[in-house]
């Protein structure tokens, strides 16, 4: 369980993460901050649990930096709840053409009081749905582009469809990527799936 800031400017980022640490203080929360993307999601691929994420729009003149990570996330972590927080709110509605399931937008330029309210409001929605999270078993999928979470009970098999290029195959379920079935470096926990062929079990092809 964690909570994620993602946002470039020092100032705003030090002032969110003191609020969130003062209303998460009895929770006993992991809380990181981040002031690039690859460095939140190297951080996501390596933490287990229910998340929340309070992610900056606009960083270093990226206009959707951070509603592209917010797509990155997803593929790491399809339960964790995502708040954009920005003072560009002609943003706002461009965040529902990404499909990342946003719970709500936070506009930087709210008075004081009601900024921490708002920032209290989603923390308050992560406490109570954090109690009804399952954990599931996931496997991480290092490709050469990209990093990836899959739910280990979706996956039926892996196989070689070209030169360092893997197919994954399961329950409504497929997706191509760049590596190789040799060494098996493409994904953190793969020895645990099954080498076998019947449909019920997890096997390598």
């Given at each position: 369980m964690a909570i994620f800031i993602l946002e470039d400017n020092k100032l705003h980022s030090k002032y969110l993460y003191d609020l969130i640490k003062r209303e998460s203080n009895a929770q006993h929360e992991s809380l990181y901050i981040f002031h690039k993307?690859?460095?939140?999601?190297?951080?996501?691929?390596?933490?287990?649990?229910?998340?929340?994420?309070?992610?900056?729009?606009?960083?270093?003149?990226?206009?959707?930096?951070?509603?592209?990570?917010?797509?990155?996330?997803?593929?790491?972590?399809?339960?964790?709840?995502?708040?954009?927080?920005?003072?560009?709110?002609?943003?706002?509605?461009?965040?529902?053409?990404?499909?990342?399931?946003?719970?709500?937008?936070?506009?930087?330029?709210?008075?004081?009081?009601?900024?921490?309210?708002?920032?209290?409001?989603?923390?308050?929605?992560?406490?109570?749905?954090?109690?009804?999270?399952?954990?599931?078993?996931?496997?991480?999928?290092?490709?050469?582009?990209?990093?990836?979470?899959?739910?280990?009970?979706?996956i039926h098999y892996f196989e070689s469809i070209g030169m360092y290029r893997i197919a994954m195959i399961g329950d409504q379920l497929y997706k191509n990527f760049y590596s190789s079935l040799k060494k098996k470096s493409f994904a953190k926990g793969i020895d645990n799936i099954h080498m076998g062929r019947n449909s019920n079990e997890h096997y390598l092809k």
């Open positions: 993307p690859e460095e939140l999601l190297n951080q996501v691929a390596l933490t287990s649990g229910f998340h929340i994420y309070f992610l900056d729009i606009h960083l270093k003149n990226e206009t959707e930096d951070g509603l592209l990570t917010a797509q990155k996330i997803r593929n790491l972590d399809n339960q964790g709840i995502i708040i954009f927080v920005s003072s560009h709110t002609d943003l706002a509605l461009q965040s529902y053409k990404y499909f990342v399931n946003a719970l709500t937008f936070i506009n930087k330029n709210d008075a004081l009081s009601n900024f921490k309210a708002s920032v209290k409001k989603c923390l308050d929605n992560y406490f109570a749905n954090k109690n009804q999270f399952i954990e599931e078993e996931y496997l991480t999928i290092e490709s050469k582009n990209s990093v990836f979470k899959v739910n280990l009970a979706r």
